[in-house]
């Protein structure tokens, strides 16, 4: 509901760096979900990623090394060795990973999904409970009640859909569909040709800047275009099944709807080969590659057909002073191909994705078959409760209204205060780690102190709240309907970012992309905070009356983590206020690609599956460096305690970390995540501590052993 193009651009700030990949902003795909939703990994383009197609065939088993996939649930059985000194993770987390189910409807369980599970029953009583009162709470309860209303919602089925789609379906030429997509009616209902939105300035990011983003793709990662993986082999499948479906629904026959498909494809094809694949959008020079400055004059120079100006226009952001053009080629790429002899490709991407955009918002048959084909992406059996499905959709579309009615009532400012100073132990002990690093030069190393002293500590919940009174709907009292609250919603959203131009973040106000009753936590590039949410403030991560060990090896090694994500490739790119600027001297910095490019070379020797593909470790290396680094940090503090109990603490560590996940799923994070699977987050890590060789006596020939100077410590 709140505009789906927020997601792409997500990607190319990165500006939210979080904890696991189930909370994670790093989804490439996406582009045509429905409802908006950085967080969730694995929806319908996502997915998982197989063996390259090329390599079908070819099913020759290989081993998986250095240690088996013991996340892939099923992987550990009665016959599989567990050794503590070989596979840490396996041994500390048999039972779970030889035992645990996977419930219906899910994709993996993971200590932050049992977490979640927790909050969401006190989140589902909130949904219900009619003691809460306030615009935030009618907000979220009505639109709660809205979405699993399935009589009104099959009532209306396609009716309130068709209308919007019969505008479209009448475009007869180019002139026609400039027109559309600079209307409020096009604005308001489209999937569009391109995103418009209004982020933290790279360069001076205290301001909000226009950022101009290209056309979403429905397989994601524009590479899927050239040489497609069986990830994008699903995906398309995926995408085709939904498509196909809703317009059948629409009225059109097979020949007709295979025939729009081909013509949406072809369009994609031809914009994706301009696009950045997500590969590239992951890479330490994505943000000087998309920092490209222009006027509206240049805009309209560039593309005096594609009507990017107007569209901006329409949307009322042009006044921005400040805007930036993420992909220049794109645009001059869409420029050429909006032509009258295109007409007919660039009217059936509009269709298909406007289609799609809607599709899980209809009757309950539809939302049934498109969920199992988005299911079955990702190897999901069964499906989720609706209350849960619906709470989702509420958390996603009302984010700031149901992390201010929940902070308020579970909350409590002792957990604040208590975790605000664990906080602030972390980054005493980051200090003394980045002073101690003696690659870097007094110049360097005294600039990345001083941007930790800067950090802002942002825990739990903030103050200051954004304003909420701007959202509403009709509720069904008034004739309201699921549909229509959402077209309202999107529009209130609009109308919020059109204050927004040309003015300053409100830092204070900080809770923003991420419901804070997500069981994650993130570190801001853009405003050099780190943000250790309510959600997180649970489970095996944090209870007031666990063991320093404990909450070192949960929230601690949490905050430790996101600590690093300043000092990691992305990160480091930007300065102790947020703004994408070098601080470090050109030596340092090669020095520092160079560690990093240490820690590339030894995951791409990790084989995750018996396909023998490699690791992608270009994708992981934020995630990998952060994971080390915060449990070094932890580290630095146990060695103030004479006592330290660092065999609690590993396990304590490792079991925080411990998961199953279908194998689909799997290949998903493993080809697309920017996260590592958690065998290698526990393992990995540990393997780089020297605490850890002593605590458990490991030795050359052990699985946990790695020399001295292989070892692949950024930080
Ligand atoms: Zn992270």
Same mark, same amino acid.
């Given at each position: 509901?709140?505009?789906? %193009?927020?997601?792409?651009?997500?990607?190319?700030?990165?500006?939210?760096?979080a904890?696991?990949?189930?909370? +994670?902003?790093?989804?490439?795909?996406?582009?045509?979900?429905? @409802?908006n939703?950085?967080?969730? =990994?694995?929806?319908?383009?996502s997915?998982?990623?197989?063996?390259?197609?090329?390599?079908?065939?070819?099913?020759?088993?290989?081993?998986?090394?250095?240690?088996?996939?013991?996340?892939? =649930?099923?992987?550990?059985?009665?016959?599989?060795?567990?050794?503590?000194?070989d596979?840490f993770?396996?041994a500390?987390?048999?039972?779970?990973?030889?035992?645990?189910?996977?419930?219906?409807?899910?994709?993996?369980?993971?200590?932050?999904?049992?977490l979640?599970?927790?909050?969401?029953?006190?989140?589902l009583?909130?949904?219900?409970?009619?003691?809460?009162?306030g615009?935030?709470?009618?907000?979220?309860?009505?639109?709660y009640?809205?979405?699993?209303?399935?009589? %009104?919602?099959?009532?209306?089925?396609?009716?309130?859909?068709?209308?919007?789609?019969?505008?479209?379906?009448?475009?007869?030429?180019?002139?026609?569909?400039?027109?559309?997509?600079?209307?409020?009616?096009?604005?308001s209902y489209g999937?569009?040709?391109?995103?418009?939105?209004?982020?933290?300035d790279?360069?001076?990011?205290?301001?909000?800047?226009?950022?101009?983003?290209?056309?979403?793709?429905?397989l994601?990662?524009?590479?899927?275009?050239?040489?497609?993986?069986?990830?994008?082999?699903?995906?398309?499948?995926a995408h085709?099944?939904t498509?196909?479906?809703?317009?059948k629904?629409?009225?059109?026959?097979?020949?007709?709807?295979?025939?729009?498909? /081909?013509?949406?494809y072809?369009f994609?094809?031809?914009?994706a080969?301009?696009?950045?694949?997500t590969?590239?959008q992951?890479?330490?020079d994505?943000?000087?590659?998309?920092?490209?400055?222009?006027?509206?004059?240049?805009?309209?120079?560039?593309?005096?057909?594609?009507?990017?100006v107007?569209?901006? /226009?329409?949307?009322?952001?042009?006044?921005?002073?400040?805007?930036i053009?993420? @992909?220049?080629?794109?645009?001059?790429?869409?420029?050429?191909?909006?032509?009258?002899?295109?007409?007919?490709?660039?009217?059936?991407?509009?269709?298909v994705?406007?289609?799609?955009?809607y $599709?899980?918002?209809?009757?309950?048959?539809?939302?049934r078959?498109?969920?199992?084909i988005?299911?079955?992406?990702?190897?999901?059996?069964?499906?989720?409760?609706? !209350?849960?499905? =619906?709470?989702?959709?509420?958390?996603k579309?009302?984010?700031?209204s149901?992390?201010?009615?929940?902070?308020?009532?579970?909350?409590?400012?002792?957990?604040? !205060?208590?975790?605000?100073?664990?906080?602030?132990e972390?980054?005493?002990?980051?200090?003394?780690?980045?002073s101690?690093?003696?690659w870097?030069?007094e110049e360097?190393?005294?600039k990345?102190? /001083?941007?930790?002293?800067?950090?802002t500590?942002?825990?739990?919940?903030?103050?200051k709240?954004?304003?909420?009174? $701007?959202?509403?709907f009709t509720?069904?009292?008034?004739g309201?309907?699921?549909?229509?609250?959402c077209?309202?919603?999107?529009?209130?959203?609009?109308?919020?970012d059109?204050?927004?131009?040309?003015?300053?973040?409100?830092?204070?106000?900080?809770?923003?992309?991420?419901?804070?009753?997500?069981?994650?936590?993130?570190?801001?590039?853009?405003?050099?905070?780190?943000?250790?949410? =309510?959600g997180?403030?649970g489970?095996?991560?944090?209870?007031?009356?666990?063991?320093?060990?404990?909450?070192?090896?949960?929230?601690?090694?949490?905050?430790?983590? !996101?600590?690093?994500h300043a000092?990691?490739?992305?990160?480091a790119?930007f300065?102790?206020?947020?703004?994408?600027?070098?601080?470090?001297?050109d030596?340092?910095?090669?020095?520092?690609?160079?560690?990093?490019?240490?820690?590339?070379?030894?995951?791409?020797?990790?084989?995750p599956?018996?396909?023998?593909?490699?690791?992608?470790?270009?994708?992981?290396q934020?995630?990998?460096?952060?994971?080390?680094?915060?449990?070094?940090?932890?580290?630095?503090l146990?060695k103030?305690?004479?006592d330290?109990?660092?065999?609690?603490?590993?396990?304590?560590?490792?079991?925080?970390?411990?998961?199953v +996940?279908?194998?689909?799923?799997? /290949?998903?994070?493993?080809y697309?995540d920017?996260?590592?699977m958690?065998?290698?987050?526990?393992?990995?890590?540990?393997?780089?501590?020297p605490?850890?060789?002593?605590?458990?006596?490991?030795?050359e020939?052990?699985g946990?052993?790695?020399?001295?100077e292989?070892r692949?410590?950024?930080?």
């Amino acid at each position: 509901m709140r505009s789906k %193009k927020k997601r792409a651009v997500s990607l190319f700030l990165a500006s939210v760096l979080a904890l696991s990949a189930a909370g +994670c902003s790093q989804t490439a795909q996406g582009a045509q979900t429905s @409802e908006n939703g950085r967080m969730e =990994a694995g929806t319908q383009a996502s997915g998982n990623g197989e063996a390259k197609a090329s390599d079908k065939g070819k099913s020759a088993k290989k081993e998986m090394t250095p240690w088996i996939n013991s996340n892939v =649930a099923g992987t550990v059985t009665e016959s599989t060795k567990a050794d503590l000194k070989d596979d840490f993770n396996l041994a500390v987390n048999y039972d779970y990973l030889k035992d645990k189910k996977i419930g219906e409807g899910r994709k993996r369980e993971t200590c932050t999904s049992e977490l979640q599970d927790i909050t969401n029953e006190q989140l589902l009583k909130m949904m219900t409970d009619d003691t809460i009162k306030g615009h935030d709470a009618e907000l979220i309860q009505e639109l709660y009640a809205m979405w699993l209303d399935w009589d %009104k919602r099959n009532s209306v089925g396609m009716s309130e859909l068709m209308p919007h789609i019969e505008v479209i379906q009448k475009l007869e030429n180019l002139a026609d569909l400039t027109e559309y997509l600079s209307s409020e009616e096009g604005i308001s209902y489209g999937a569009g040709l391109s995103g418009a939105i209004l982020m933290p300035d790279l360069e001076d990011a205290q301001w909000y800047c226009l950022y101009i983003e290209g056309t979403p793709l429905s397989l994601g990662d524009s590479d899927e275009y050239e040489k497609r993986t069986s990830l994008g082999e699903r995906n398309l499948k995926a995408h085709r099944e939904t498509a196909g479906l809703l317009l059948k629904m629409a009225g059109y026959g097979e020949k007709e709807i295979e025939k729009l498909l /081909e013509q949406e494809y072809a369009f994609e094809k031809e914009i994706a080969s301009v696009i950045m694949s997500t590969a590239e959008q992951q890479a330490p020079d994505a943000m000087q590659r998309i920092l490209n400055r222009v006027t509206v004059e240049q805009l309209e120079e560039m593309s005096p057909n594609y009507p990017v100006v107007k569209i901006t /226009e329409a949307l009322g952001l042009i006044g921005s002073d400040r805007i930036i053009l993420q @992909e220049p080629e794109w645009l001059l790429k869409m420029n050429e191909l909006y032509k009258e002899e295109n007409f007919e490709k660039l009217k059936s991407y509009l269709l298909v994705h406007t289609l799609t955009r809607y $599709g899980k918002n209809l009757d309950e048959e539809t939302f049934r078959k498109l969920k199992k084909i988005e299911n079955e992406v990702s190897g999901i059996t069964g499906s989720e409760p609706d !209350e849960k499905l =619906a709470l989702d959709t509420v958390s996603k579309a009302l984010t700031i209204s149901v992390s201010k009615v929940y902070s308020q009532k579970y909350v409590g400012p002792e957990v604040r !205060e208590d975790v605000t100073n664990i906080i602030k132990e972390c980054i005493g002990a980051y200090r003394t780690m980045l002073s101690s690093e003696d690659w870097l030069s007094e110049e360097t190393r005294k600039k990345a102190v /001083e941007k930790l002293d800067n950090i802002t500590v942002n825990a739990a919940y903030p103050d200051k709240w954004q304003d909420t009174k $701007g959202l509403q709907f009709t509720p069904r009292k008034d004739g309201g309907s699921y549909f229509t609250a959402c077209i309202e919603l999107n529009k209130c959203n609009r109308e919020l970012d059109k204050k927004k131009v040309n003015t300053k973040i409100d830092r204070e106000a900080w809770a923003n992309d991420m419901a804070l009753t997500t069981a994650n936590a993130y570190y801001n590039p853009l405003d050099n905070s780190i943000n250790i949410i =309510a959600g997180i403030l649970g489970g095996a991560f944090y209870r007031p009356d666990m063991t320093y060990e404990e909450k070192l090896a949960g929230i601690g090694s949490v905050i430790g983590h !996101e600590i690093s994500h300043a000092f990691d490739p992305n990160g480091a790119q930007f300065d102790k206020d947020g703004n994408f600027s070098k601080w470090w001297t050109d030596e340092d910095y090669a020095a520092f690609e160079a560690r990093a490019q240490k820690l590339i070379g030894y995951y791409n020797t990790i084989v995750p599956f018996e396909d023998g593909e490699n690791y992608p470790g270009e994708n992981v290396q934020g995630e990998a460096i952060a994971d080390i680094a915060g449990v070094k940090c932890m580290l630095i503090l146990a060695k103030e305690r004479a006592d330290f109990d660092y065999d609690l603490f590993f396990r304590a560590y490792t079991i925080s970390w411990r998961s199953v +996940c279908t194998r689909e799923y799997g /290949e998903y994070i493993v080809y697309q995540d920017v996260h590592p699977m958690n065998y290698l987050r526990v393992n990995v890590t540990l393997k780089q501590q020297p605490e850890f060789y002593e605590t458990y006596g490991i030795e050359e020939g052990d699985g946990m052993y790695m020399a001295k100077e292989d070892r692949i410590s950024v930080w």
